[in-house]
C-alpha cells in the first residue's frame, strides 16, 4: 500500500467518525464513558497529553494547536461507542482480541517496533517521556515488565517495557484491556498504538516529525 493512499485512507477514516458523532447524544455519550462536559457542552478528553475538545462534528485542542488525524479519529469513535463493557485488568496484544495473530510477529503488533528500534534498552528515557504524554506507572507487571498506562478512560493501553538481561534483549508491548473491543473497531485499536508510539518518540526526543515511523507502520 502507498504512503499517499494510506494517508488517504486514515483521512476517510477520520471524515466517518466525525460524521458519527452528528448522530449521538454527546452529554450522554460523554458520561457513559467518562468524560466530562465544558461550559458550551463539548466532552473533554484528555488523550497522551493533549486535552481535546469534541462537539458533534468535530474535534479541537483547548489550546489551538492543530490535532493529528489519528488522534482525532481515535477520540471521535471512541465518544461515539456503544460499548459498555466493564474493565477487566487484564491486557493483551490487539491479535488476542480479534484472532487475527498471537505472536509478535503479527501485523498489528509490528506496530510497537519503533519503540524498540529507537528506545533501546533505555528505560530512563522512556521513563521520562511517558508522563509527557499522561503516563501513569504501574509497577512491574506479572511477567516482571515496567508496566505503564496511558489513554481513555474506558479504553486504557498499557506498555510494558521489559528491560534487558543477560539472557535477552529489551522488548516493548503494546497491550489493551480485554474489553477494548467492546468499545471501538480493531482499525481503531491500530491508530491509537499509532498514536502512542509516535507520540512517545516525540516525547522522548528521538524523532522530529511524526512521518519518521510511517515506513514502520507500513512494512
Known amino acids: 500500500m502507498s504512503r499517499a493512499k494510506t494517508n488517504q485512507a486514515r483521512m476517510y477514516y477520520r471524515q466517518t467518525q466525525l460524521e458519527n458523532l452528528a448522530k449521538i447524544d454527546l452529554k450522554a455519550q460523554a458520561e457513559a464513558l467518562g468524560l466530562a462536559i465544558d461550559g458550551q457542552g463539548r466532552a473533554v478528553a484528555d488523550f497522551l497529553g493533549r486535552k481535546l475538545l469534541l462537539d458533534n462534528g468535530s474535534v479541537a485542542s483547548a489550546d489551538g494547536r492543530p490535532v ?3 488522534a482525532q479519529s481515535v477520540v471521535a469513535h471512541y465518544l461515539a461507542s456503544r460499548g459498555r463493557a466493564e474493565l477487566t485488568g487484564q ?8 484472532g487475527i495473530g498471537v505472536t509478535g510477529g503479527s501485523p498489528s503488533e509490528n506496530l510497537a517496533k519503533p519503540l ?9 528515557l522512556f521513563a521520562q517521556a511517558a508522563p509527557k504524554i499522561g503516563g501513569r506507572h504501574q509497577g512491574r507487571s506479572q511477567a516482571g515488565a515496567q508496566a505503564w498506562d496511558f489513554g481513555l478512560p ?3 493501553a498499557r506498555i510494558e517495557f521489559f528491560e534487558a ?8 508491548k503494546v497491550l489493551f484491556d480485554t474489553s477494548a473491543n467492546q468499545f471501538v473497531s ?3 485499536l491500530e491508530l491509537y498504538t499509532m498514536c502512542l508510539v509516535v507520540d512517545l518518540l516525540l516525547a522522548a526526543g528521538l524523532i522530529s516529525d511524526p512521518d519518521d515511523c510511517q515506513h514502520s507502520f507500513l512494512a
Not at 91 to 98: K, S
Not at 165 to 172: L, R, S, T, V
Open 165 to 172: 538481561d543477560d539472557e535477552f534483549p529489551a522488548e516493548i
Open 154 to 156: 474506558r479504553l486504557p
Open 91 to 98: 491486557f493483551v496484544p490487539i491479535g488476542r482480541l480479534t
Open 68 to 70: 493529528p488525524i489519528d
Open 116 to 124: 524498540a528500534d529507537k528506545f533501546g534498552d533505555r528505560y530512563g
Open 186 to 188: 480493531y482499525e481503531c
